[in-house]
């Protein structure tokens, strides 16, 4: 009879691997639709009223579907459902035409939409299939979709915040989307995070992948900061303007000092000048370590340090690295390869954001 059959404690158990093996597996980054700042999953986008989300918002959908630059950030063009759920189809018309006289086929409106955890979650996942080149879906706003508040039941708990964002968060993961939900803020300001200035409790927060806030430096003025913090960003405030029913870069303004950056290895530079000059290599940890004269670094390290950053800084400069372990232990590969395709991703990237309508040359069309 076989024992491990009935045993109880392999028929329900964790799928678990050891940190060796983490830190040596390369994995897959995550989907960005606007690079640095917007990546696949649930971000809510909060602010005061009045302040521009919804500009802010329909800006973003312009920019994704007509494969432009926002707020100096790459994107990657795809389909766009916009939810306008305080809107009507004659305002929206109206707020695309302030911002472009370009109407692309692949960005579209709906201003009614159902319920959270009712209707709305089956309708996202319908437009998806009807439309499954769509990446991102904005529902402005959150209060909309969650329906009228029962008087009897109070004010919403964690649970109860955790659980809605949690559901839809859900849903952008298992579709490859990314949702944007547009949220308010409280009246009472917090100079210390202005992220406790969210309306509700911190389960909205909590449940979300990323959080970006929207909040005037001071009355009176033009500059906004926009913070983003989340899950796959490092916290960091951009200075930006809304004029013209346009919100665009603020140069005059320094970066805020919350902005921090990971250091590349040097280790990691090494290798590429290695690389790019000798073409190939595959082996060992240690064998590599020993062709380049590197004593001071150990083994792991340089492992840790190829597989962190094999699909952002290697793949920039052109080179692929995989890695796998045998009977005898684990083996690098890094190739070199045609950097050609580049120069198409480099135009295609650098496309201006749309213009303001004061710079639009009108044409038949």
Same mark, same amino acid.
């Given at each position: 009879?076989?024992?491990?059959?009935?045993?109880?404690?392999?028929?329900?158990?964790?799928?678990?691997?050891?940190?060796?093996?983490?830190?040596?597996?390369?994995?897959?980054?995550?989907?960005?639709?606007?690079?640095?700042?917007?990546?696949?999953?649930?971000?809510?986008?909060?602010?005061?009223?009045?302040?521009?989300?919804?500009?802010?918002?329909?800006?973003?959908?312009?920019?994704?579907?007509?494969?432009?630059?926002?707020?100096?950030?790459?994107?990657?063009?795809?389909?766009?459902?916009?939810?306008?759920?305080?809107?009507?189809?004659?305002?929206?018309?109206?707020?695309?035409?302030?911002?472009?006289?370009?109407?692309?086929?692949?960005?579209?409106?709906?201003?009614?939409?159902?319920?959270?955890?009712?209707?709305?979650?089956?309708?996202?996942?319908?437009?998806?299939?009807?439309?499954?080149?769509?990446?991102?879906?904005?529902?402005?706003?959150?209060?909309?979709?969650?329906?009228?508040?029962?008087?009897?039941?109070?004010?919403?708990?964690?649970?109860?915040?955790?659980?809605?964002?949690?559901?839809?968060?859900?849903?952008?993961?298992?579709?490859?989307?990314?949702?944007?939900?547009?949220?308010?803020?409280?009246?009472?300001?917090?100079?210390?995070?202005?992220?406790?200035?969210?309306?509700?409790?911190?389960?909205?927060?909590?449940?979300?992948?990323?959080?970006?806030?929207?909040? @005037?430096?001071? &009355? %009176? /003025?033009?500059?906004?900061? !926009?913070? *983003?913090? +989340?899950?796959?960003?490092?916290?960091?405030?951009?200075?930006?303007?809304?004029?013209?029913?346009?919100?665009?870069?603020?140069?005059?303004?320094?970066?805020?000092?919350?902005?921090?950056?990971?250091?590349?290895?040097?280790?990691?530079?090494?290798?590429?000048?290695?690389?790019?000059?000798? @073409?190939?290599? &595959? %082996? /060992?940890?240690?064998?590599? !370590?020993? *062709?380049? +004269?590197?004593?001071?670094?150990?083994?792991?390290?340089?492992?840790?340090?190829?597989?962190?950053?094999?699909?952002?800084?290697?793949?920039?400069?052109?080179?692929?690295?995989?890695?796998?372990?045998?009977?005898?232990?684990?083996?690098?590969?890094?190739?070199?390869?045609?950097?050609?395709?580049?120069?198409?991703?480099?135009?295609?990237?650098?496309?201006?954001?749309?213009?303001?309508?004061?710079?639009?040359?009108?044409?038949?069309?």
């Amino acid at each position: 009879m076989d024992y491990d059959f009935y045993n109880p404690y392999l028929l329900n158990k964790l799928d678990t691997i050891d940190a060796e093996e983490l830190m040596a597996t390369p994995y897959a980054p995550k989907n960005f639709i606007v690079a640095d700042m917007l990546p696949e999953g649930l971000t809510l986008l909060c602010g005061p009223s009045k302040i521009g989300k919804s500009w802010f918002v329909l800006q973003l959908c312009l920019c994704v579907a007509l494969g432009r630059m926002f707020l100096g950030h790459n994107i990657i063009s795809s389909d766009v459902l916009y939810l306008a759920l305080e809107d009507t189809f004659s305002r929206v018309k109206d707020r695309v035409a302030r911002l472009t006289e370009e109407c692309p086929t692949n960005l579209r409106f709906a201003v009614q939409a159902g319920s959270l955890g009712g209707e709305l979650e089956e309708q996202l996942m319908n437009h998806k299939t009807q439309y499954p080149d769509t990446k991102l879906v904005v529902i402005d706003t959150l209060q909309k979709v969650r329906g009228a508040c029962d008087p009897k039941a109070g004010s919403p708990t964690y649970g109860k915040d955790y659980a809605d964002i949690g559901s839809l968060k859900k849903l952008a993961d298992d579709l490859g989307i990314a949702i944007v939900l547009v949220h308010h803020l409280r009246k009472t300001q917090d100079k210390d995070d202005p992220f406790n200035e969210i309306s509700g409790t911190t389960g909205l927060m909590g449940a979300a992948d990323t959080v970006l806030l929207l909040k @005037k430096v001071n &009355r %009176g /003025t033009d500059t906004t900061f !926009l913070y *983003l913090t +989340g899950r796959d960003i490092e916290f960091r405030a951009m200075a930006i303007e809304f004029t013209d029913c346009y919100w665009r870069l603020d140069e005059d303004v320094p970066p805020h000092d919350g902005i921090c950056y990971r250091p590349l290895a040097p280790i990691v530079k090494t290798v590429c000048e290695y690389i790019k000059e000798h @073409k190939h290599f &595959r %082996g /060992t940890a240690s064998e590599l !370590l020993a *062709l380049l +004269g590197e004593e001071n670094v150990k083994p792991n390290v340089l492992t840790r340090s190829l597989s962190t950053e094999a699909y952002d800084y290697l793949q920039q400069v052109g080179i692929l690295y995989d890695s796998g372990r045998t009977g005898s232990g684990r083996w690098l590969e890094l190739t070199l390869v045609s950097g050609d395709d580049n120069d198409a991703n480099d135009e295609k990237n650098s496309l201006e954001e749309i213009p303001t309508q004061s710079s639009l040359t009108v044409t038949d069309g």
